[in-house]
């Protein structure tokens, strides 16, 4: 079964610097992988997502997310955050082989602040 | 473009009582799952269906039961609620293809007493 792992609770960055959030999967098959965002009070919002191809993904917001295969990583970038980027973040992972059955991280907070 | 809706919004049950949390979505989306998210713990699948007339178990199904007779709607019905269910709960529809991005409802923050 798919699986995944965000290995931090909360990363704090300061508006204006670089931000990491880390997320590594397990999965049989070849990985389809995204990363939500949720606002206070709110649904997950699709930010971005890999399929196949270039490793590099471009999403919303100016987010990007690098897959590494021999790592089997997918972590999130902004190369600078902004206040408004504060929210819970979540990676997920499917795959074409068995269920197709998306499974999610814990999610991590993101406090960035001003 | 409604997307995914869910009523209600929140909700106080007491121990022992019963409630069907409401789905609808208007996207023409075979596949729907309902989820439950508690602090620290991500997203648990409680049941999915690959379309209308077919349900499945998720991770965390004991306690609840769904249906599917149409495409749109997806309900989720707690029998007897218990203070284990308080939680929030998230629906979410996709059009089925792993590949494809899930779009999720408001949710419904339930809590038991």
């Known amino acids: 079964a798919q699986s995944v792992a965000q290995p931090e609770d909360q990363v704090n960055v300061a508006e204006g610097n670089p931000l990491t959030v880390k997320c590594t999967y397990s999965v049989s098959g070849n990985p389809y992988l995204f990363w939500y965002v949720q606002y206070p009070n709110r649904g997950l919002q699709f930010l971005l997502k890999?399929?196949?191809?270039?490793?590099l993904v471009k999403g919303s917001y100016g987010f990007e997310a690098e897959f590494n295969k021999s790592q089997t990583s997918f972590h999130l970038k902004k190369p600078s955050a902004l206040v408004s980027d504060s929210a819970l973040y979540f990676c997920?992972?499917?795959?074409?082989?068995?269920?197709?059955?998306?499974?999610f991280g814990k999610g991590n907070q993101v406090v960035v602040i001003p | 473009n409604a997307g995914v809706t869910q009523t209600p919004k929140f909700r106080i049950l007491k121990i022992g009582q019963s409630m069907t949390l409401q789905c609808a979505q208007d996207?023409?989306?075979?596949?729907m799952y309902w989820y439950r998210q508690d602090p620290g713990m991500g997203l648990k699948l409680i049941y999915y269906?690959?379309?209308?007339?077919?349900?499945d178990k998720g991770e965390v199904p004991n306690g609840y039961n769904v249906s599917r007779s149409t495409t749109e709607d997806f309900p989720l019905r707690l029998e007897l609620a218990a203070p284990s269910q308080t939680s929030v709960y998230f629906c979410?529809?996709?059009?089925?293809?792993?590949?494809?991005?899930?779009?999720f409802g408001q949710g419904t923050r339930l809590t038991v007493v």
């Open positions: 997920a992972v499917s795959s074409g082989y068995g269920n197709n059955r998306l499974a």
């Open positions: 269906s690959v379309g209308a007339g077919i349900t």
């Open positions: 996207m023409n989306h075979n596949y």
């Open positions: 979410a529809s996709s059009p089925g293809t792993a590949n494809t991005e899930a779009f």
């Open positions: 890999y399929i196949t191809g270039d490793n």
